[in-house]
């Protein structure tokens, strides 16, 4: 394993603890700089710039090469975490975490698109994203693990200040180490079309965030939100048209692959957003477990989803890379058609095989998507199709979420209309919620399923 790919692991290891090593450090950051209303910024806030980010970087990336556009995007990582770490109150730690959003967005699609680049064979990049996915899976273990440790030991501060050796670390390497071999060209930059996309996709997630949050999705202020995004992407679509060098070049549309392995990708990451928001809610709510015991019910599926990554790496190259994802579908079926029947007396056991078998599904998945996707589009555009699959995962799990929570709000509310009784608001009024969420689930399972199948099968290549 060379120094790059060390980099590289280490690079996706930082974004992808800090998606959940936060959690554990929230009582303690509210505690130590109040705000307690604003909360749910400290996650949206980080989730709306990665998203923008991604797309962002991965058009960057394809312009001004790889090795530039990553040591970038690593680097605002640090200075976002330091900052983090040093903030004073609630606001500067939301404005530091939008920073550090822009740093983790980038870090994804680059990433992926440079292992694609540092192994000749396919079986060779298939075992390099299972590596990239075997990380994200890990990451949902230790990450609670290790903030539990920092704030017990140390102070919630030290979260944040952690990433900083850690990035610096890792830039090290690949500047030292990759050589990346690009034709130096001139290009026009699409700053109108950029301001546009970033303009419009933030209001579409503010408008989407905001609503999740509070319940309430015509406020005055969506309203402008809702406005503004359309003439943003009006705007967009015909700045595209115009311009020689487009930030998303329009015709990646009409690349049906490219749009079945997007949209296959946003139900997977519902179905793991669903996972990840409403099982430990019932585990609280429903089960009387301690947030401790929640955390770990999710094990089975990081675990699962890591031996399943491990998997593919192995076996790659023995059949066509279709039958690994259909596999993958039929596994997140089984797990989230589980999920759905739950009631107020289902055993953590039982939730454990559902969350299993979905993590096996996304092992199965979530390796090949990337490599089935690189190979869809032009080489030019393999950083662009990446960040545009980032993007599709993140806005995924803010669109999802919010769909989830008008799920088991409008079902929970009316068990309790139902039932006209001052004990509904007990674990079986929230089993009746969350059980209608992971109906929802299956729906993108299924759906998952079928568009697994319509993707071409490939020879088998080693």
């Known amino acids: 394993m060379n120094y790059v790919f060390m980099a590289i692991l280490l690079a996706t290891a930082l974004a992808a603890i800090e998606g959940t090593i936060v959690a554990t450090a929230i009582p303690s950051i509210t505690a130590d700089l109040d705000g307690v209303e604003l909360i749910s910024w400290i996650y949206s806030a980080y989730l709306l710039t990665s998203a923008i980010a991604a797309i962002l970087f991965g058009k960057l990336a394809d312009l001004f090469g790889r090795k530039k556009m990553i040591i970038i995007g690593i680097t605002l990582f640090a200075v976002g975490s330091l900052l983090c770490g040093l903030s004073q109150n609630m606001t500067m730690l939301i404005i530091f975490r939008a ?42 273990v230790i ?102 060098e487009p930030l998303i070049p329009l015709q990646l549309f009409k690349n049906r692959r490219l749009m079945t392995i997007n949209t296959l990708s946003f ?14 809610l019932y585990a609280q709510t429903v089960l009387g477990k301690n947030a401790t015991v929640a955390g770990l019910m999710l094990t089975p599926l990081s675990l699962m989803w890591t031996l399943g990554a491990m998997g593919i790496g192995l076996f790659i190259g023995k059949m066509a890379n279709k039958y690994f994802i259909v596999s993958g579908t039929v596994f997140l079926m089984l797990g989230t058609v589980m999920m759905a029947q739950l009631t107020n007396e289902t055993s953590v056991l039982f939730i454990v095989c559902a969350t299993a078998f979905t993590g096996l599904g996304m092992g199965c998945i979530a390796p090949l998507l990337i490599i089935t996707l690189q190979k869809t589009v032009a080489k030019e555009h393999v950083g662009l199709a990446t960040g545009l699959n980032s993007f599709t995962n993140t806005f995924s799990q803010s669109l999802g979420a919010a769909i989830y ?8 509310v009316a068990s309790v209309s139902a039932s006209q009784s001052a004990s509904a608001t007990s674990p079986a009024m929230f089993a009746t919620g969350i059980q209608a969420v992971y109906i929802g689930t299956v729906v993108f399972a299924v759906i998952a399923f079928i568009l697994a199948l319509t993707i071409k099968k490939d020879p088998v290549n080693t």
């Open 99 to 140: 920073i550090q959003g822009i740093g983790a967005g980038s870090i994804l699609p680059i990433t992926l698109t440079m292992v694609s680049e540092l192994f000749d064979t396919e079986k060779g990049r298939a075992q390099g994203q299972s590596y990239i996915s075997m990380v994200w899976g890990v990451a949902g």
């Open 143 to 244: 990450g609670p693990l290790i903030g539990g440790f920092l704030i017990d030991v140390l102070t919630w501060h030290y979260i944040f200040l952690l990433n900083v050796p850690f990035a610096i670390g890792s830039v090290y390497f690949i500047a030292r180490y990759y050589d990346e071999q690009r034709t130096v060209t001139k290009h026009k930059i699409d700053y109108a079309g950029a301001a546009l996309f970033a303009t419009g996709t933030f209001a579409l997630m503010y408008a989407i965030i905001t609503g999740s949050n509070t319940g309430s999705w015509w406020t005055q202020q969506q309203v402008l939100c809702y406005v503004a995004v359309l003439v943003c992407f009006v705007a967009f679509i015909a700045v595209e048209l115009r311009v020689s």
């Open 267 to 280: 139900c997977t990451m519902a179905i793991v957003i669903g996972m990840s928001a409403y099982v430990p």
């Open 405 to 412: 929570g008008v799920i088991f709000n409008v079902i929970a």
